[in-house]
C-alpha cells in the first residue's frame, strides 16, 4: 500500500464515517456492473451504516495516518452452526487495489477461526466478485436480494472454508 493503514474495530461513533465512505464510493465502485436505473432505486439502501453491525464487535475500518476510513467490513454469525457471513464490505473507490480489502479481509479471517468458525459466505456485487475469488471464495450462483418493493438487486452467492 502507498500509505500506511491500521485495521481496528469499529464503534457507533464511526456511523457517520462509514455512512459517508459507502455514499461516496457504492455508486462509483457499481457504475460499471449495475444500470442506472438500478443503482438510483438500490443505492439508498445499500449505503447506509448499519449500527447493530458497528456496535457488534466484528466490523473493522481501515483508517489511515489522519483517521480517514480507507476500507470497512466485518462479519456475523450465521444461523448455520460453524458458517458466518461476510457483512458490508467497502473500500475507498480513490484507494481500491492497494491491499485494504486483503487487509481487513484477513482480520476477518482470523476472529472468525478464533470463533470456531469454519465456512464464510457472502452475497457479493458483481464486481467485487474477482476481489472474493482472490480471497479464496467460490462462486456458487447467482441470487437476487430483495432490497423493497420493485428493488430485486442481482449477486452473487460465494463461500469460503476456512
Not at 485495521?7 to 457517520?16: G, K, Y
Not at 464464510?120 to 441470487?143: H, I, N, Q, S
Amino acid at each position: 500500500m502507498a500509505e500506511t493503514t491500521t485495521i481496528r474495530i469499529a464503534t457507533l461513533s464511526d456511523l457517520a464515517a462509514v455512512d459517508a465512505l459507502l455514499a461516496r464510493a457504492y455508486p462509483r465502485l457499481l457504475a460499471k456492473h449495475y444500470p442506472p436505473s438500478l443503482r438510483v432505486m438500490a443505492v439508498p439502501h445499500l449505503a447506509r451504516a448499519q449500527p447493530a453491525l458497528l456496535a457488534s464487535g466484528r466490523y473493522y475500518l481501515a483508517v489511515n495516518g489522519t483517521g480517514q476510513v480507507l476500507g470497512a467490513g466485518g462479519w456475523s454469525p450465521s444461523r448455520r452452526k460453524e458458517h458466518a457471513d461476510i457483512r458490508h464490505f467497502v473500500t475507498d473507490d480513490r484507494h481500491v487495489r492497494r491491499g485494504i480489502g486483503r487487509e481487513i479481509m484477513e482480520r476477518i479471517f482470523a476472529d472468525v477461526k478464533a470463533a470456531g468458525i469454519a465456512r464464510l459466505d457472502c452475497l457479493a456485487t458483481r464486481m467485487a466478485v474477482p476481489f472474493y475469488g482472490a480471497m479464496g471464495f467460490a462462486e456458487l450462483g447467482p441470487v437476487r436480494i430483495n432490497l423493497g418493493p420493485g428493488i430485486d438487486f442481482p449477486a452473487v452467492r460465494m463461500q469460503r472454508t476456512l
